[in-house]
């Protein structure tokens, strides 16, 4: 999955949780998706839509019976599907889960597999703002999945981030996609 496409994916909080709940086989209906994640109808809506907007989901053309799934994943849904369901088994904690549901988390990861600077990060995800970006950054860091470390090789020291322990194990979960 390319970093436009994972930075789309992840800008709705559910969006991960309900693909990786479609992969393991939770019913496409609106009620058994809802009871499994938690949220709120109005941000799980959201999300589902949002869902729908990117293709990743489709409404179900012969919905009407109480069985018959609502909506079903599209061929490109069920790769994107594979790649949620990785990302959010790497995270079996509901408490870090909230973490993860954050817009830029699973974005800043994937680019961290090597040691980067703010500045390089930035141009990767070029939407993001800098303050997104240091707040993310400060949150990833303190929750330990990323490693902030100064480099003082140059003249003006410089921090470089990369993924660490669960930010790691997010990072391969995504790279073993693309």
Same mark, same amino acid.
């Given at each position: 999955?390319?970093?436009e $496409?994972?930075?789309?994916?992840t /800008?709705?909080?559910? $969006?991960?949780n309900?693909?990786a709940?479609?992969?393991q086989?939770?019913p496409g @209906?609106?009620?058994?998706?809802l009871?499994?994640?938690?949220?709120?109808?109005? /941000?799980?809506?959201?999300?589902? &839509?949002h869902?729908v907007?990117? &293709?990743l989901? *489709?409404?179900?053309?012969?919905?009407?019976?109480?069985?018959?799934? &609502?909506?079903?994943?599209?061929?490109?849904g069920?790769e994107?599907? *594979?790649t949620?369901?990785?990302?959010?088994?790497?995270?079996p904690?509901? *408490?870090?889960?909230?973490?993860?549901?954050?817009s830029?988390t699973?974005?800043?990861?994937a680019?961290?597999?090597?040691?980067?600077?703010?500045s390089?990060?930035? /141009?990767?995800?070029?939407?993001i703002?800098?303050?997104?970006?240091s707040? $993310?950054l400060?949150?990833? &860091?303190?929750?330990?999945?990323?490693h902030?470390?100064i480099?003082?090789?140059?003249?003006v020291p410089?921090p470089?981030?990369?993924?660490a322990? @669960?930010?790691?194990e997010?990072?391969?979960?995504? /790279?073993l996609?693309?």
């Amino acid at each position: 999955m390319d970093i436009e $496409s994972l930075v789309k994916l992840t /800008s709705r909080a559910w $969006s991960l949780n309900i693909l990786a709940l479609l992969h393991q086989g939770v019913p496409g @209906r609106q009620a058994p998706l809802l009871a499994a994640t938690s949220a709120s109808r109005t /941000s799980f809506a959201s999300s589902l &839509e949002h869902l729908v907007q990117l &293709e990743l989901l *489709e409404r179900n053309p012969g919905h009407g019976h109480p069985l018959r799934p &609502e909506f079903r994943l599209t061929q490109t849904g069920i790769e994107a599907a *594979e790649t949620a369901d990785r990302i959010v088994n790497a995270v079996p904690d509901d *408490e870090e889960f909230a973490l993860l549901r954050r817009s830029w988390t699973v974005p800043i990861l994937a680019v961290t597999d090597a040691p980067r600077r703010f500045s390089v990060i930035k /141009s990767d995800l070029a939407p993001i703002t800098d303050k997104a970006l240091s707040t $993310s950054l400060y949150q990833l &860091e303190a929750r330990e999945w990323l490693h902030r470390e100064i480099d003082t090789s140059t003249r003006v020291p410089f921090p470089t981030y990369s993924a660490a322990n @669960r930010g790691l194990e997010i990072n391969h979960a995504i /790279s073993l996609s693309a």
